[in-house]
């Protein structure tokens, strides 16, 4: 299943738009005006989060919102505009966790392309185990692997960067994971 089409209206002029190929060549059918003629591109969105860790165990957050309310998910939200992907995550880490850390490098990509979005974790280390949660979180809690809540993982990409960490940290090696969600 593919990424639904959301623009209805010229963001120039406001006219109703239609799908269809552009006059320019494109290959694609885009949100185009018959009105003023101008294309409209969508593109996919960031979401932008970190794998929060002390010792062995991760930190997670029970969700205060839907989608997924009182779900367990990875401190993690949509990137915002002048922001990089590691500054998103770690404002999205704060905001939901209140917890202090260090950022690490980026640990997994998730292309989930049937709702037009990229997930991008990164692994951070925790300098404290005291958390402060946002409106956004209802709970901030760490786990070990065993103790982990796995059937009630709000999103199939958390699920899938939390089974990379811990094969990874098994392993006692940490490489970029690419994975595409169905």
Known sequence: ML??????????C???VNYRLPDDGDTRQRAVC???QSVH???PLNVVGTVPIWGEKVLLCKRNI???FGKWTLPAGFMELGETLAQGAARETL???GAQFEMQELFSIMNVVRVGQ????????????????????IEARLFSEHEIPWEDIAFRTVRQTL???????????FVLHQVDIE
Request: aromatic content about 12%; charged content about 25%; some cysteine.
């Open 41 to 43: 591109y969508e593109n």
């Open 34 to 36: 018959p009105a003023c």
């Open 14 to 16: 406001g006219a109703a």
């Open 95 to 97: 905001e939901e966790s």
């Open 118 to 137: 990229v997930h991008f974790f990164y692994r951070a280390l925790l300098t404290s185990d005291q958390f402060n949660p946002g409106h956004e979180t």
């Open 66 to 68: 839907e989608p997924r």
């Open 163 to 173: 089974q990379c960490y811990f094969s990874d940290l098994k392993a006692n090696s």
């Open 3 to 12: 990424h639904r089409s959301q623009i209805k209206h010229c963001k120039a």
